[in-house]
T-cell receptor, first 110, second 115 residues
Framework: QKEVEQDPGPLSVPEGAIVSLNCTYSNSAFQYFMWYRQYSRKGPELLMYTYSSGNKEDGRFTAQVDKSSKYISLFIRDSQPSDSATYLCAMSEGFQKLVFGTGTRLLVSP | EAQVTQNPRYLITVTGKKLTVTCSQNMNHEYMSWYRQDPGLGLRQIYYSMNVEVTDKGDVPEGYKVSRKEKRNFPLILESPSPNQTSLYFC??????????????FGEGSRLTVL
């Protein structure tokens, strides 16, 4: 079993939809949770970063962590075609070692 | 502009021919790292460096070497490339206090094909 599981997609939605992206994990020692966005032929860029449980909001993006269920989510409101990318979750115990999910490909059609 | 620069971006080579992928950052970051990205496997760490002359193995270091002689540069060396090293490689950097919380800056990637 992988430490971090992420559905590869693709997830196709119409413009304006609410998107929910999720990851599950098995290591209860993870404390830091990140979402990276990766456009085609580009490197990942940090989108959201959360410590421990709870919600964090940044514009149209909301990151949610449920440590009791070992489940993290990224919600995108009013999705735009420019949101089409691969979204990678990542998590860390806090000792230089990041574990990445395999990424979910999102397609937002106009 | 703050950036991590990798070269070459694309490379096709043959088995056994030594090659080096360069990585340079202009943000004065102490922490630098190399990852490879493969379909279905995600990003896996090859080597990382906490500072000049300090390097350590990641999850998949076999077949790779690194050096950190200057703070800004962290080259990845494949002494004798093999086809299973065909992959997309990313260099990343961070401030030392941010590295373990995942706030990494990534380069644009180097796609390597070993025939």
């Amino acid at each position: 079993q992988k430490e971090v599981e992420q559905d590869p997609g693709p997830l196709s939605v119409p413009e304006g939809a609410i998107v929910s992206l999720n990851c599950t994990y098995s290591n209860s020692a993870f404390q830091y949770f990140m979402w990276y966005r990766q456009y085609s032929r580009k490197g990942p860029e940090l989108l959201m970063y959360t410590y421990s449980s709870g919600n964090k909001e940044d514009g149209r993006f909301t990151a949610q962590v449920d440590k009791s269920s070992k489940y993290i989510s990224l919600f995108i409101r009013d999705s735009q075609p420019s949101d089409s990318a691969t979204y990678l979750c990542a998590m860390s115990e806090g000792f230089q070692k990041l574990v990445f999910g395999t990424g979910t490909r999102l397609l937002v059609s106009p | 502009e703050a950036q991590v620069t990798q070269n070459p971006r694309y490379l096709i080579t043959v088995t056994g021919k030594k090659l080096t992928v360069t990585c340079s950052q202009n943000m004065n970051h102490e922490y630098m790292s190399w990852y490879r990205q493969d379909p279905g496997l995600g990003l896996r760490q090859i080597y990382y460096s906490m500072n000049v002359e300090v390097t350590d193995k990641g999850d998949v270091p076999e077949g790779y070497k690194v050096s950190r002689k200057e703070k800004r540069n962290f080259p990845l060396i494949l002494e004798s490339p093999s086809p299973n090293q065909t992959s997309l490689y990313f260099c990343a950097s961070s401030l030392i206090g941010r590295a373990d919380t995942g706030e990494l800056f990534f380069g644009e990637g180097s796609r390597l094909t070993v025939l």
